[in-house]
């Protein structure tokens, strides 16, 4: 799937999103919330990279970053080969049609006093040159697509269930036709029957349009289910990015393990023997991170090295990216603990 | 909707009943005396034949329902005569004011016109300009211009108008001498100089009731715009690539409006009561200073039918503010 050939369409590289905080009657800047520090990937045509994270990491600050609904800090993120984050305010309207975002809460992401129709129009007014006609047209056809019926077009947001708002969300998105969505969390705010229509929806819309998406979301479960390739976050940086069987068949980064060691299997056998990672201690506060690894005040493997020196995000074995000091000193080698020629050969055959 | 407004109108007879009969009741408790101010030369057997006159005799329920008639029927009556030259109201005894011995709904007549131009002009003019600034000052937050802003309103909220009042007096019409500080009722706009004075003489009088006003409503409009500029529409809005201009002016100002409407609807009927301090500082005979004058000379028939039509704007008033919610807000609706 990532072999050369493939064509990467999103590049993000040394992104950061710092929120200044400010005290006292001058409100002089005394810190930031390092909301995304230093994260940076690439996303190919086509794909679904899933970020996953626990609440507060970053993760839907980062998603949207990336479509600049944030000022970024600084980093780039070009799509297609412009840079999102350099241009023009002009210029970034221009390339809005080419990105979109699915947003998590389907009932305040809708605006209360426009129509189904209005919603998913409003985008063709602003970017397209169609007719009246062309338009409501296109409407209906976008309603059809996600599965809403076209008598609904002139009904309010608030007339709509949960999963059929999020699927006029889904409609408006794809208004413009565009080749990378963020979903941030579009699934969070449903329940879990009307979850996995929203994900199959996606999923057949990815497959009939050729989408990029950049799935957020914090149910791991779903992510294996939709994504490619996995990132995992914790406290504005990426600790962890590999192909989706890789990572979920042996999480290289202690953060990663624990998270996965918390999904619970559906087999009451391997329920009973699955080995529960738990962390003690508070996730650092983002406007505080500690010095050396983020993570290194509540791992397991903790070395001394880790309270001392960030590590770097590098790759390890082909397609796998993790930012750990347990790798580290044998990344320069052929293999790295944990990653076994067979393992690589694995991780390929996976790539497929 | 019809419905609701006709359920809500139907509501709205015995809710101004009860009213009508507080207020009378409140004049009736009241000390005072309508013939409090006839000289104490005049002998007492006279003073009584004045009271009899006045119908001050009969029990207060008794005088209570001859109000009710004379201005839900003998008034009315007398309007349609006004409006069509019919005569069928002749012999009728319409509401009198003890005063001046002349028909209540003649004095207010002749008054309204003064306080609608003052007040109504202040009210419009303070809206104007509340509403771009209550805007602005959102957009901008804790810029200078919101700073200003909010200081400006302050000062317009907590100083009160009868001192801002006097500080315009003082400052443009005794040093300055640029407007004048009586309001002249008698002048008649023929031509441009006539109109020019009218202006004049206006400016000092609006410009303290519509700092009132703008203080209060651009306080609403700001806090209202803030509310919807974090909503996560507004997100939405701007990730379709709309131009901020119709991030702002449609999506977040057409929702902002809704709660500000409403205020300024309820707000509406105040300008028929008049700023009853502001027409007293400025000598504007209007509605406010008539009811100051008649709450003095316990007239009563006057300070009744004066509060009761305020009760009724207030009411009247209220249900607007609630058809235009939910005109506004798809999400209200009344069946």
New interface residues.
Partial sequence: MFDAAQKPLIEVSGLKMYFPITAGVF?RHVGDVKAVDNVSFTIFEGETLGLVGESGCGKSTCG?AI?R?YEPTAGAVRIDGTDVIAAS?DT??????KM??V?Q?PQ??????MTVAAIIG??LD??TKLSKAEKLAKIYALMDQVGLNRDFANR?P?EFSGGQRQRI?IA?ALA?NPRFIVCDEPIAALDVSIQAQVVNLLEELQDRLGLTYLFISHDLSMVRHIADRVAVMYLGQIVELAPRDAIYAEPLHPYTQALLSAVPEPDPDTERTRRRVVLTGDVPSPANPPKGCNFCTRCPKAMAICHQIEPTFQEITPGRFVSCHLYEQTAGQAAAPGASPEHIQKTIQQGE | MLTLTLRRLLIAIPTLIIISLVIFLLLEAAPGDPLGEVPLTVPPEVKEKMRLALGLDSAWYVRYGLWMKQFFWVEPVHLWDALFGTHFGEGMQRVISFQSRQPVMQIIAERLPQTLTVVGLAYLVGVLIALPIGILSAYRQ?SWFDNLGTFISMIGFSVPTFFTGVVLIIVFAVKLQWFPSVYDTTLQVTDWASFKMQMRQMVMPVTVLALYNAAQISRFMRASMLDNLG???V??????????K?VVLI?VL??SLIPVVTVIALGVPTIFGGAIITEQVFKVNGLGQQLILSIHANDMPMVMTLTFIFAILIVLFNLVADLLYGI????IRYD
């Fill in positions: 409100r949207r479509l609904l305010a970034l309207r221009q390339m809005r049609p979109q975002m947003f809460d305040a992401s809708l605006n209360p006093r409003e985008p602003e970017h309010y608030h969300g408006r413009l | 804790y909503q996560d529409y997100r939405t809005a701007r990730a379709k690539g709309l131009t901020e119709v999506h057409r929702n506004l807000d798809p999400r």
